[in-house]
Nanobody, 125 residues
Framework: VQLQASGGGLVQAGGSLRLSCTAS????????MAWFRQAPGMEREFVAA????????YYADSVKGRFTISRDNAKNTVYLQMNNLKPEDTAVYYC???????????????????WGQGTQVTVSS
């Protein structure tokens, strides 16, 4: 499975961006899709995930209420709509996918088998 992330850029605090991640796998609809991010000098951290069965979504506390993860199975694409961006959201954002994860594993990057190349998001104050 190949993942192609896009949509990053430079935005002022309070602005919005939408990231996209397109998967090469035709059975994409049955994958768990997630976004992680890594700021300079920091470990990669969980941002959001979308579990295909039931459409359950998961968010890090730091982005809850500001970010929304969604997916379009017809386009094999998952989105991350980021609103009210803050300077601390600055990071390289990665999309990730896995065929099967239990809920307790969804927030851990080590559990994901497939990764996109990352897209830079920079939020200026």
């Amino acid at each position: 499975v190949q993942l192609q992330a896009s949509g990053g850029g430079l935005v002022q605090a309070g602005g919005s961006l939408r990231l996209s991640c397109t998967a090469s796998e035709r059975r994409f609809g049955r994958f768990i899709m997630a976004w992680f991010r890594q700021a300079p000098g920091m470990e990669r951290e969980f941002v959001a995930a979308y579990k295909w069965d039931g459409g359950t979504t998961y968010y890090a506390d730091s982005v809850k209420g500001r970010f929304t993860i969604s997916r379009d199975n017809a386009k094999n694409t998952v989105y991350l709509q980021m609103n009210n961006l803050k300077p601390e959201d600055t990071a390289v954002y990665y999309c990730a996918a896995d065929r099967r994860l239990i809920s307790s594993s969804i927030r851990y990057d080590i559990e994901y088998d497939y990764w996109g190349q990352g897209t830079q998001v920079t939020v200026s104050s």
